[in-house]
C-alpha cells in the first residue's frame, strides 16, 4: 500500500499550489480520501474530505471557499486545489485512505507560504 503525496512547494502569500496524491496497493475506489495538515507545534487538522463516489465534500471553515478537493478514480488519485494561500497555510500536507477501520497514511508533502 501507498500514498505518494506530491505538488507541494514555496508560493507566495494569494498564491494557488495543486497537490497530487496517487494511491496504489488497494481498492482506491471504495475508500473516502481525506487531506490533513500539520503546522510545526500543532496538532494534525482536518483540511478537506471527499466520499468514495466524489458525490460528498467537506472542508474545514479555515479553507471553504479557497481549497477544492477532488479524486479520479480511474487514476487512483485525490486532489486538492488551493487558492489564495496564506501564511497560516504553511504545513506538511498528508492524504488519508479510510474504508471502516482501515486507514492509510502518505509520507506528506510541504507547503510554506511566504514572501
Known amino acids: 500500500v501507498q500514498l505518494v503525496e506530491s505538488g507541494g512547494g514555496l508560493v507566495q502569500p494569494g498564491g494557488s499550489l495543486r497537490l497530487s496524491c496517487a494511491a496504489s496497493?488497494?481498492?482506491?475506489?471504495?475508500?473516502?480520501l481525506s487531506w490533513y495538515r500539520q503546522a510545526p507545534g500543532k496538532e494534525r487538522e482536518l483540511v478537506a474530505s471527499?466520499?468514495?463516489?466524489?458525490?460528498?465534500?467537506n472542508y474545514a471553515d479555515t479553507v471553504k471557499g479557497r481549497f477544492t478537493i477532488s479524486r479520479n478514480n480511474a487514476e487512483n488519485t485525490v486532489y486538492l486545489q488551493m487558492n489564495s494561500l496564506k501564511p497560516e497555510d504553511t504545513a506538511v500536507y498528508y492524504c488519508k485512505a479510510e474504508s471502516s477501520s482501515i486507514k492509510y497514511w502518505g509520507q506528506g508533502t510541504q507547503v510554506t507560504v511566504s514572501s
Open positions: 471527499i466520499s468514495s463516489t466524489g458525490s460528498t465534500t
Open positions: 496497493g488497494f481498492t482506491f475506489r471504495w475508500y473516502d
